[in-house]
């Protein structure tokens, strides 16, 4: 925190960038909160960063964050968010995760989406991104979103390059982590869970990552689905500004 102003980094979902957050930051008092939204490796400005790994997306972050900051991780976001945070916990002041995990504990779990998102990477890395973009806004994780939230989802996908998102699920997708359950409790800063109403597997987990933070809380955003930076904003604001303090 600066002369009062407390500095955010704030990490998008996969197959977005740091705009999606644009929405949000319009929402943040400025006299309040500095964000910072970077793109991550094999994503955006950062597509062409290899290896895409969670040591190098934690490391991009790092060198481009302030020397201490309060740390958001959307869905891909929260999983390098945990990575960092455990990488470097006392850089950050605070930790919200939106519609995140601690990764998959089952090992033939991880294993078949491993194989999935091998899988899916063989496929896209050839499409375009408009073939691309209808493929991914039509899983059914994503049901419900707003004609509106899917319009702004679909421009800062085109943000990307196949390609580079194929290298994304092949080094840090769902099957590639290690679980973090068993480090979470290493975690001492005050943090919030978030996840949206309609999507019960993360509001599962959001009570699961609550729990085994030592200093957490979980929200609930109402009427929202998987998308909270795109469809929710200003209750995400709201969530970011309120667990500041």
């Known amino acids: 925190m600066v002369h009062g102003v407390e500095d955010v980094v704030a990490l998008h979902g996969f197959a977005g960038t740091g705009r999606i957050w644009d929405g949000v930051a319009e929402r943040l008092d400025p006299a309040r909160f500095r964000l910072h939204t970077p793109d991550l490796p094999g994503h955006g400005s950062a597509s062409?960063?290899?290896p895409v790994t969670f040591a190098t997306c934690v490391d991009h972050v790092l060198a481009a964050a302030p020397e201490r900051f309060a740390l958001c991780g959307y869905s891909l976001g929260g999983r390098v968010a945990l990575h960092l945070v455990l990488a470097a916990p006392e850089r950050v002041t605070r930790l919200v995760l939106v519609s995140a995990t601690g990764g998959i504990d089952d090992d033939g779990e991880r294993a078949l989406r491993r194989r999935q998102d091998e899988q899916l990477a063989?496929?896209?890395?050839?499409?375009?991104?408009?073939?691309?973009?209808?493929?991914?806004?039509?899983l059914p994780l994503f049901d419900g979103a707003s004609p509106e939230a899917v319009a702004l989802?679909?421009?800062?996908?085109?943000?990307?390059?196949?390609a580079a998102l194929a290298d994304v699920l092949r080094g840090i997708g769902t099957g590639a982590m290690e679980p973090l359950w068993p480090r979470l409790g290493e975690l001492a800063m005050p943090a919030v869970v978030v996840a949206g109403e309609r999507d019960p597997k993360y509001?599962?987990?959001a009570s699961r990552l609550s729990a085994a933070l030592?200093?957490?809380a979980s929200l609930v955003v109402p009427g929202a689905g998987h998308g909270l930076p795109r469809?929710?904003?200003?209750?995400?604001?709201?969530?970011l500004a309120l667990s500041s303090g």
């Open 153 to 162: 989802w679909r421009a800062d996908i085109a943000r990307n390059d196949p």
């Open 214 to 216: 030592p200093a957490a």
């Open 231 to 239: 469809e929710a904003p200003g209750e995400l604001a709201a969530a």
């Open 122 to 138: 063989d496929e896209i890395e050839h499409e375009s991104i408009e073939a691309f973009t209808t493929r991914w806004t039509a």
């Open 48 to 50: 062409r960063l290899r």
């Open 203 to 205: 509001v599962a987990l």
